[in-house]
């Protein structure tokens, strides 16, 4: 075939492969940026939630060892987190362990959560709850309804969730952030470390 006819629109093809590295770039930036969001929020938890979530893995560790159940719950998507941390704690999280008291309430609403923890929650359980900043769980209603039930609460969310007034017996974990996702990442790691933490404590497992 001539040349000509194979090459028909030169600038067509030469102005196509622009296009994509454009976009390659542009996607290549967007992904460094993700990332160094993603590093500077965690960056910035470190110093603001390493003795909250440490109260934390000590508290829900005191219920397990008196006998008592952590109840688990999320709302929206980090209900899915809360799931996964109910799950490590029924079965193993990175070593083999007997099976830890852990139950999971579902979360439609702030009135079903707290039908939820009347019914199941007693004296000396632990409630910890994943909050997602995009939904409208009425906190101070929660928490009032722990103290009453003598439960002790941790709150893990967004920038928020501090403005709540926390008791002696209750935890508050404020991620910097109002971002959903954001927030949701680190609601991540928070839940890891604190099965990492729960298994130390417990069992004397270093992971």
Not at 148 to 165: P, Y
């Amino acid at each position: 075939m001539p040349s000509w006819k194979a090459n028909k629109h030169p600038s067509n093809n030469s102005r196509g492969k622009t296009m994509h590295s454009m976009y390659t770039v542009c996607m290549l930036e967007q992904i460094v940026t993700h990332f160094n969001q993603h590093v500077d929020l965690t960056s910035q938890s470190i110093e603001l939630l390493a003795a909250p979530i440490h109260d934390s893995a000590s508290m829900l560790c005191q219920s397990m060892l008196t006998q008592n159940t952590v109840l688990c719950a999320g709302s929206l998507h980090s209900t899915r987190i809360a799931d996964q941390f109910c799950c490590y704690m029924q079965h193993h999280y990175q070593h083999e362990r007997p099976a830890l008291p852990c139950v999971s309430l579902c979360d439609v609403d702030t009135d079903h959560l707290i039908s939820n923890l009347t019914a199941l929650g007693k004296p000396g359980d632990s409630l910890l709850f994943f909050k997602h900043p995009d939904c409208n769980t009425n906190i101070t209603q929660l928490i009032t309804t722990c103290e009453q039930l003598n439960i002790h609460a941790i709150i893990c969310g967004g920038l928020h969730v501090a403005q709540n007034n926390f008791k002696n017996t209750q935890n508050c974990i404020s991620i910097p952030s109002e971002d959903a996702m954001s927030v949701m990442q680190v609601q991540y790691v928070i839940m890891h470390t604190l099965c990492s933490l729960i298994d130390y404590q417990l069992f004397n497992h270093q992971g």
